[in-house]
């Protein structure tokens, strides 16, 4: 996924203080969490719940959010099929220096397209990117549309609008689904903590 840099002069810097050894200080091991689905579908609400459970837990956990990446990194992008990959690819990016640094990341991204997720997953350490698919249906998105972003796509005020005009390709096989629409915020959370304690991220609860 990362791209080659455009001059020759690039070289990789390798620091004195390894990934395993920031683990190993802070107890637990770093991955990505890739929340992924449609707009409204509670990607950002349930990342910022289970950051905010980790940390309680004593785990580095940060999230970066769609929006939020939009204001500075991904600022000069639009949503074409284009800078949307592009977007996907600066944030993979940004996931692997954080998961280096021993941070778990959380990202809430509609990230829309298949092969802009699989290679985000291609460019993370081996079993570091575990792909959360918030399945949520349409019709309930959009009535819990605040910002009325739906509305303004029927109504052919926005482009290229995942779900409603642009295409959104759901997970084949992510390592966890989460209904959104059919159980309590408290119980999705749960179930990506599961997940984590399943793959040996984070240690059980006490």
Known sequence: MSETPKSANVVWSQGLVTRAQREALLRHRAVTLWFTGLSG?????????????????????????????RHGLSANLGFSAEDRSENIRRIGEVAKLMNDAGVIVLTAFISPYRSDRARVRETLAQGGFLEVFVDCPLEICERRDVKGLYRQARAGAIAEFTGISAPYEPPLAPELRVATAE?????????????????SVIPGAR
Not at 41 to 69: C, F, M, P, W
């Open 41 to 69: 579908s509670g990607k950002s609400t349930l990342a910022n719940h289970v950051e905010q459970a980790l940390v309680r837990r004593e785990a580095l956990a940060y999230v970066l959010d769609g929006d939020n990446i």
């Open 183 to 199: 159980h309590p915020l408290e119980a999705c959370v749960a179930q990506v903590l599961g997940l984590l304690e399943a793959r």
